[in-house]
T-cell receptor
Framework: NAGVTQTPKFQVLKTGQSMTLQCAQDMNHEYMSWYRQDPGMGLRLIHYSVGAGITDQGEVPNGYNVSRSTTEDFPLRLLSAAPSQTSVYFC????????????FGQGTRLTVV | AQSVTQPDIHITVSEGASLELRCNYSYGATPYLFWYVQSPGQGLQLLLKYFSGDTLVQGIKGFEAEFKRSQSSFNLRKPSVHWSDAAEYFCAVGARSQGGKLIFGQGTELSVKP
């Protein structure tokens, strides 16, 4: 059981470039989400999905797009990278509901120069 | 608004000493509360959770937490810290909106002195 797999682990982008962070889970979880982690700010929700074909914005969605064509995959796209998007990104999955455990990927450390 | 506050950004304890990490939450209804641990370069792992019932909950790695509704707190404790406990610890509340999103505190970084 692989759990939640994120790729890549590290990435350096130039301002204005685009890229996709990949996330896949093999636990048949309905709920998937993307967070960014910045020093002193904890984890902040970027986008989330409650099932295939359904996505919605979290608290910091600007500059990011997501799609959910399958239960397993939830990629995060940076449309035009900015230095403010330098961060560590985590994908998480869980069963639906506020009382379920979230499983996290190992993170992607993104630097935008 | 729902929020979680961890007042201590960084704590240093000696190996073998006891530990308490503080967490306060703001939430209108009975909260679903979690503690996660993040080791360097890793993702987050669930330590323990509270939904209802006994207010003292036991978790993995010898950790426990106590829910105190009157103080809106969910502090994490460990009687004797090991060097391998050095990590960052996050308190979170599960919201009933936005599909049950997790609202995280700012995190507390724990250092362990030999």
């Amino acid at each position: 059981n692989a759990g939640v797999t994120q790729t890549p682990k590290f990435q350096v982008l130039k301002t204005g470039q685009s890229m996709t962070l990949q996330c896949a889970q093999d636990m048949n979880h309905e709920y998937m989400s993307w967070y960014r982690q910045d020093p002193g700010m904890g984890l902040r929700l970027i986008h989330y999905s409650v099932g295939a074909g359904i996505t919605d914005q979290g608290e910091v969605p600007n500059g990011y797009n997501v799609s959910r064509s399958t239960t397993e995959d939830f990629p995060l796209r940076l449309l035009s990278a900015a230095p403010s998007q330098t961060s560590v990104y985590f994908c998480a999955s869980r069963y639906q509901g506020p009382n379920t455990e979230a499983f996290f990927g190992q993170g992607t450390r993104l630097t935008v120069v | 608004a729902q929020s979680v506050t961890q007042p201590d950004i960084h704590i240093t304890v000696s190996e073998g000493a006891s530990l308490e990490l503080r967490c306060n939450y703001s939430y209108g209804a009975t909260p679903y509360l979690f503690w996660y641990v993040q080791s360097p370069g890793q993702g987050l792992q669930l330590l323990l959770k509270y939904f209802s019932g006994d207010t003292l909950v036991q978790g993995i790695k010898g950790f426990e937490a106590e829910f105190k509704r009157s103080q809106s707190s969910f502090n994490l404790r460990k009687p004797s810290v090991h060097w391998s406990d050095a990590a960052e610890y996050f308190c979170a509340v599960g919201a009933r909106s936005q599909g049950g999103k997790l609202i995280f505190g700012q995190g507390t970084e724990l250092s362990v002195k030999p």
